[in-house]
């Protein structure tokens, strides 16, 4: 008796030991095979998927098999590890053990809007609304009731986000990346705010922020930027009109062509620097930190004139006689390849 039990029982570990390895090397044929793709796919992983739902979904369409064993795989060795929703990109390379890697350190898709220096509110959403992966929330929200959404009620939307790239996944809405811009600029104006020279002509960093924008859509050399803070600068604290051609087309809107004529630098409205005194009510455009830095720290001197050149640079001057000859030197006697802003790098 005792014979045949050590005989079954050594029959018995055998049989484990042979389903162990059995087990062992099914489980490594499953992890290890690629994943029948011909080309990229993406997966989408929706909030609150499940790793053996997703698992069963793809042997059902014939990416992989063996689901069973890999759900097993994610239980005993990847259990709590939390499934991130988004987008999983899938290669043909890959094998099921490189799906569930992925899976586990969340390598999600990544997607990127950049908003730019110089742009306006109206540019901002237009390129908002072109990502198709950003969950779109503000159509039919006009810029008032989205100010109020931001915690701004009353506040023109106009300059108050940062120009930058920003990253994003697919599930995040167009809010999500707005409210992040309007932090950054947040921050960025307030860091400025504290270095800000002596005896500027501000209340507030709000007023820094509308010079910060007119600077940055009379120049695109960055190098001109405290200069042209410097001329507006003295213009304001000698109480002359600031007649920056940017406020008259900001405040034509939709009506701008292309073309301003001198009937538009008369025309009254509450950003033609030509017609009002001091600075408009609100921001221009978009600006980055060197803007911003610029209307902080103006340059020093006495000009109080600048006309473009026409490669994207100016030509400052301190009196009016001075400025009337750059006119007419680089801006009645316009060269074919006159341009108002730098050539593109």
């Known amino acids: 008796m005792i014979r045949k039990f050590l005989l079954l029982l050594a029959a018995g570990v055998l049989l484990l030991v042979l389903s162990l390895a059995l087990a062992a090397w099914r489980m490594h044929s499953v992890l290890q095979q690629p ?39 994610w239980r005993f060795n990847l259990t709590g590890q939390p499934l991130h929703s988004g987008e999983y990109r899938l290669l043909p390379a890959q094998t099921a053990q490189d799906l569930l890697g992925i899976w586990q350190r969340g390598e999600v898709v990544q997607y990127s809007l950049t908003l730019v220096e110089g742009w306006s509110f109206r540019q901002v959403r237009a390129a908002l609304h072109k990502q198709v992966a950003l969950k779109q929330t503000l159509a039919g929200l006009d810029d008032a009731a989205l100010m109020t959404r931001l915690g701004q009620p009353g506040a023109n939307p106009e300059g108050r986000f940062f120009p930058d790239t920003y990253r994003y996944v697919r599930g995040m809405s167009d809010f ?10 947040t921050e960025v104006l307030e860091e400025e705010w504290q270095q800000r020279a002596e005896g500027l002509p501000y209340r507030k960093p709000y007023d820094a922020l509308i010079m910060a924008s007119m600077v940055e859509k009379e120049t695109g050399v960055p190098a001109e930027r405290g200069q042209i803070a410097g001329v507006f600068v003295r213009r304001l604290r000698m109480g002359m009109r600031l007649q920056t051609d940017p406020t008259v087309i900001f405040g034509l809107g939709e009506r701008y062509n292309g073309n301003l004529t001198r009937a538009h630098l008369r025309e009254p409205t509450p950003y033609n ?4 005194d001091g600075m408009p009510p609100t921001p221009i455009a978009l600006v980055g930190r060197e803007a911003i830095h610029a209307a902080l720290h103006p340059v020093a001197g006495k000009s109080l004139y ?14 009016l006689e001075q400025h009337n000859r750059a006119v007419s030197e680089y801006q009645l006697k316009r060269r074919a390849d006159y341009r108002s802003s730098p050539a593109p790098q």
């Open 306 to 319: 600048f006309v473009a050149r026409g490669d994207g640079s100016h030509v400052f001057s301190d009196s």
């Open 176 to 185: 999500d990346l707005l409210k992040q811009a309007h932090a950054r600029l």
């Open 35 to 73: 994943l029948q793709l011909s080309e990229e796919r993406l997966l989408i992983v929706e909030p609150g998927a499940t790793p053996g739902g997703l698992l069963n979904q793809l042997e059902g369409e014939g990416v992989l098999d063996g689901a069973f064993w890999l759900r097993l795989y």
């Open 273 to 276: 620097t030509y017609t009002i």
